[in-house]
């Protein structure tokens, strides 16, 4: 008797990305250098959204996907294919999105004991893009929540993965996440936006 096997949705599409990634990857390993072009072509767009999501800043968000491709191009040989290269890079771009925020962090205390310099900071215009609801939401939220509840959301991405990206726990991503929703359905709700933004 013959049986019907079922193909979960986006199973198939998920199979022809990993395809052509490893595809992609063994001719740059071959010495093409547009395959590393159609490569970053294939994955800029979700790097920019997260980072600039998770950093609130043009600048500082340029700063970390273009750091990130540095790295992935010098560590590509290394690179295994038993696991996605999508996930594998966006290890390294919550890594370098980290290297920005710490970056961040010492230059505001370089500032807070330099007068001069803080009035000339604070003198300038509030940045354009944080006009935007979604991005005054996520600034809200702290680095740790915003960052779980980019990748779980912006993402799509499961639990384990998030672990496995983050080296956090399960339970302290999960944590993370409720906090942040609960934090942005206030934020929402007093701005007037649909709360289930981030329904899952």
Known sequence: MRTNVVTPPGTRRLHWIVDVDAELIARVRGGDARAFD????????????????????????????????????????????????????????????????????????????????????????????????????????????REAVLLKFGEGLEYEEMSRLTGYSVSALKMRVMRGRETLRRFFEAEGVHEGVFDE
Request: hydrophobic letters at 45%; glycine letters at 2%.
């Open 38 to 145: 159609a490569l970053v072509g294939r994955h800029a767009e979700a790097c920019w959204r997260f980072a600039f999501r998770l950093l609130g800043h043009r600048a500082d968000a340029e700063d970390a996907v273009q750091d990130t491709w540095l790295r992935a191009s010098r560590a590509l040989s290394r690179y295994h294919e038993q696991s996605q290269f999508r996930s594998w890079l966006f290890q390294i771009l919550v890594n370098e999105c980290r290297r920005v925020q710490e970056r961040r962090a010492r230059e505001r205390m370089r500032l807070a004991d330099d007068p001069d310099a803080l009035r000339t900071v604070s003198a300038k215009p509030a940045h354009a893009d944080l006009h935007d609801a979604l991005q005054r939401g996520l600034a809200r939220l702290d680095l740790a929540q």
